[in-house]
């Protein structure tokens, strides 16, 4: 079955950076979109980033030209970079696999990375 391990949350000053990372197994991973969704306490969870087999990326508004979303097919990896990290930002990140952008919400998940940016 499908596997999505994430790692690289932790807690960061304003401003800092982070890398998250989501390797997967159990799919063709080259075949795959893959989506960085985040959830914070009493918000809606929110897809952050996607990027599909194509290398086609989607960004939401609140992260454009601060987040970057990237694929190792070869690493079976998929990689979250987030720079000039706000409070806002805080949330457990996770990872998603499905064979469309679109369908991610309804695909496979990860176990989530807690991301903490203080003031």
């Known amino acids: 079955q499908v596997q999505l391990v994430e790692s690289g949350g932790g807690s960061v000053q304003a401003g800092g950076s982070l890398r998250l990372s989501c390797a997967a197994s159990g799919l063709t991973f080259g075949s795959y979109a893959m989506g960085w969704y985040r959830q914070a306490p009493g918000k809606e969870r929110e897809l952050v980033a996607g990027i599909n087999s194509a290398g086609s990326t989607y960004y939401a508004d609140s992260v454009k030209g601060r987040f970057t979303i990237s694929r190792d097919n070869a690493k079976n990896t998929a990689y979250l970079q987030m720079n000039s990290l706000k409070s806002d930002d805080t949330a457990v990140y996770y990872c998603?696999?499905?064979?469309?952008?679109?369908?991610?919400?309804?695909?496979?998940w990860g176990q989530g990375t807690q991301v903490t940016v203080s003031s």
């Open positions: 998603a696999a499905a064979h469309f952008i679109a369908t991610l919400s309804s695909g496979s």
